[in-house]
């Protein structure tokens, strides 16, 4: 009897021995396999998954991940090549559908200084040519967007900035005095040179500008601000607007998101565009609603 239960303790040791070994390499391999998965999401993996042991459920798992992430990344390059298609098409739409509506423009604005219409011909005609300049508009945003969503890598060049921004603004003196905006520029004489792309920089401050005109109501400013000490450039837009404006400032960044109190027409991408722009050259944009004032602050690191 006593051999027995000696025989019987040993047996149960060597089988929690076995199933010790058995969990330990199991946990072993689990922590491989997530470890190697770890690094094909990083990026620094690109092996399929391998398993140390030859345990059948093991390999199996193993296999099932690699089919997985085989599938998974075959639907990623499709995506990127359908994305590319999908972006040459829109750039090829906006840039043919340009010249038509500059044409088209032109005529209309010749047959607008014609002192034979009528007042009733004059306010149709004005309708048409409002028309058109959002057509335009729109066109131009949508060649934007499908230039910010390709992968070209950056470029940059030496931008003395004060001069920059100041003919930037000194465009902008005309909607500004027909709309009666109280305006404010608080620019440096001191200039900075930066390393920027300067199609990009002028597209943000460009589009930020195209925001304001549709949405402010009687002030608009503009303050930059240079810190010499952190090696930073802040860019500060502000501008009053409507009672009405109805819009959420955490979305104010996203495709197609306008305010329901628009003076005029629009696309709802000019945001969108400086939001991703910004994000290509690694510059800090936010915004904020606060007692009828939206403001959008760019930091740009020098």
Known sequence: MDKLLVF????????????FIKLSVLKKEMHSITDQITEKKEGQKSQPVTVDSFGASSIELANAINDYTGEYEEKLKKYAVDR?????IIAGISHDFRTPLTSVDGYLQLINKSKELSDKEREYLGIVLKKVGFLRELSDDFLDVSLVENNEPVSKQEIALVPFISEIVLEQNDWIEARGIEAKFSIPEKDLVIQSDEHDLRRIIENIFSNARK????????????????????????NDVSEDYDIDVDEIFEPFVRSKDRHGEGSGL???????????HGYKVEAAFNKGIFKLEIVIVI
């Open 8 to 19: 019987a303790c040993v047996l149960l040791f060597a089988v929690c021995v076995w199933l």
């Open 84 to 88: 590319e298609h999908l972006q040459r």
């Open 215 to 238: 949405y402010a109501e009687n002030t608009l400013e503009l303050s930059v601000l240079f810190d010499e000490k952190n090696s930073f450039v802040k860019l500060i837009f502000e």
């Open 270 to 280: 000019g945001l969108y565009v400086v939001k991703r722009l910004c994000k290509k």
